[in-house]
Structure formats: C-alpha cells, structure tokens
C-alpha cells in the first residue's frame, strides 16, 4: 500500500516480518542520518508519572512518515513475569497522517535500542575489538548481543549481572553463537575491548579507571538526569558522544552528573557522517537515552519489508 492510501493500519511484532533484523536495523538508522536528518530539534520526549511507574509519548516525523510510540515502564513487571517496557507504536503516512501499521512498542525498542548502539560502535571500537563485556542479562542485554555481533566479529563475552541464573543463560547463548562466553564481576571491564551497560541501575557498575585506552563504552539503561550507570572518572577520561546534546543535556544523568558543560560532546550523526573525532589514545563513551525518530526509522523499515510500504 503506497503512502497516501487509507486503510486498516496493519498489526505485527517486531523483529521478524518482513526479514527486520538487527542489520537491517542498523542500515535504516544510518541511511536516515546519511541523508541530512538533523536529531538536535527533534520532538522531546513526554514523560508522566502514573502509578505502575511512567508513560512515555514519542512522537516523530521524517522523510514519508510519522509516527509516535506510547511505552509504558512499569518496574514492579518483571516480579510478575512481565515485560518492564510495554506499549505499541502507531506508524502513519506522512502525507495524510493515515495509519499505516500498528506495531509491538516492546518489541520494537528491543530491536531499535541495540541498533543505535551498534551504529555507534562499529565506529567507536577499535578494529581488532573482539571481548565484550555486557552488564545486564535482560532482552536488551540479548538484543545488544546480536545487534553487535551484525557489526563486529567479537569473539569473546563476559556477562555481568545480578542474577547469576540468568547471567549464566544468557552466557550459554552467546556459546550457541559461537562465543568464548562465560559469567564474571565488574572487574571484567579491565580486560574489555567492548563494554555496553543495559540495566536498571542507578549508581555506577564499575570503576571506570579500569576500562582500557582502547575501549568503546555504551550505557543505555536509563532516561532520567539522575541516574547512571557509569561514573564520573571514565566520563572523564573519555571522548564522549550522544544521539543529540539536547536531548542528554536534559535525560543523560551518566553525563549530567559527571559535570560535562564546557566539554566538546559529539552526536551520532557527526559520528556516522564523519565529522566527529574519535582518538586511539583515550575511551570512547556512547550514552543513549533513547530519541522518537529511532523508533519512527525502525518502524518505516519494518513496514516497508512487508511489501507494503
């Protein structure tokens, strides 16, 4: 169905239809910076507090479609053996605003959230990067797993988690994989090449003047200005690089609460367009909190890998 057709949105989960995967993904995040898209005056998030935790509005429009994602946190879910991110993403023809498909919130985060990592990793990490250390053991931490593993031919895995049964399946998969993969502690990240930090924490995972020269950093796991997952020492030591300054002036508490104002601080398109620096003698640190055209990119290819786009 072209752009401009009015019909009955269609309805799927992410990843899956249409042959979506974690490359695909990243490929559609950058052809949408390669092609000029600027993230700094993209719509803010809106956030409100309700009383399961907090519902999130991500609206968003680019090149021959909108759409907005409404996404619940709710953090008590996962003691129910329920997912934490709920929510639905409603993908409408930018010409006429016509609903075009309806697609799983949840599941499309999981897909789009580890493809901004990698298409800033597979720039970030040093060539021969092959061990990465990934604190976390939720669908992030697995949906991180594959979506690096589409960029990076890593070799090496270390799970750092609280949960050490999961921590050990999620170690067990990345041996289906092909990975040397076991468990280990947050001193791992002295031996890292690669370090992604997925998880709920609030205060520092571990000793940032541990973390190599050499290495690339990602934390993904939180929005708001007052938590974080890495700590004031390795944001010092490292070159720094979000989706947008504006939007991590307001929600990157790893960045807020170091004390970065003055510093130079590159975005993701400068970085994928190659306008950005990245140096060989210090860390390189990605903070995403998450931004609506990732989602509406993510979407626009899902919908037009049906046929019906």
Known sequence: MPPGTAAEPLQYAVPG????????????LEQVLLDGFDPEPAPARSAVPVPAGELLMMPAAAGPYAGVKIAGVAPANPGRGLPRITGSYLLLDGPTL??????????LTTLRTPAVTAVALRRLAAPDAAHLVLFGSGPQAYGHLDALLAVRPLTRLTVVARDAGRAGALAAYGRELGLAAGVGGPEAVAEA????????????LFDGALVPAHAAVAAVGSHEPDAREVDEVLVGRAELYVEARTVAAREAGDLIMAGVAGRQVWNLAELVRGDALVPDGRPRFFKSVGMA?????????VYRNTGAG
């Not at 239809?17 to 559609?28: D, H």
């Not at 016509?98 to 599941?107: E, H, V």
């Not at 090449?193 to 520092?204: E, G, I, K, M």
């Open 193 to 204: 090449d690669l370090v992604v930090c997925c998880t709920t924490a609030r205060t520092p």
């Open 293 to 301: 055209w990732e989602d509406l990119a993510v979407a626009a290819e």
């Open 98 to 107: 016509q609903p075009l498909a309806l697609l799983d919130g949840a599941a």
């Open 17 to 28: 239809v249409g042959g979506v995967g974690p490359a695909a993904a990243v490929a559609a």
